[in-house]
């Protein structure tokens, strides 16, 4: 069997107090594990989800542990567009997280490109 590439893609905000998208980020890193575990993993925070890594630092953040083990073994990475629109671009780049802008849409910075995920093999999971 070869090897599976699966690209998790955070999309969901990090709204204060929002037990949704806690469940959605949780969900959305213990899958990033899973296949991390069995294949090549990639997490991409895109859209207002570049507002997560910042939540995502605070050890007390209920998904902190499973984002530290999925750094550890999973490629991280943030939309350079949507960091800036979202003004996540300071928070992405104090956690350390490489942003990747090769979608050049119009009216934008430029954003992650699924397409070149797809086109790299990827299979794409949206949380």
């Not at 590439?5 to 213990?30: C, F, M, Q, W, Y």
């Not at 999925?70 to 990475?77: I, L, N």
């Not at 960091?83 to 802008?101: C, H, K, L, R, Y």
Request: hydrophobic share 40%; proline share 5%.
């Amino acid at each position: 069997m070869s090897e599976t590439k699966t690209a998790i893609v955070i999309l969901s905000d990090p709204a204060p107090g929002a037990e949704e998208s806690v469940g959605r980020v949780l969900n959305a890193l213990a899958t990033a594990w899973d296949y991390g575990q069995h294949g090549e993993a990639l997490v991409l925070f895109q859209g207002a989800g570049t507002r997560w890594p910042e939540q995502l630092q605070d050890t007390a953040h209920p998904a902190h542990a499973v984002y530290q083990a999925v750094r550890e073994k999973v490629a991280v990475v943030a939309s350079g567009g949507c960091s800036i629109a979202f003004g996540a671009q300071d928070s992405v780049a104090a956690a350390g997280i490489e942003t990747v802008s090769s979608n050049q849409a119009p009216g934008t910075p430029g954003v992650a490109s699924l397409r070149e995920l797809t086109d790299q093999g990827y299979r794409v999971l949206t949380f």
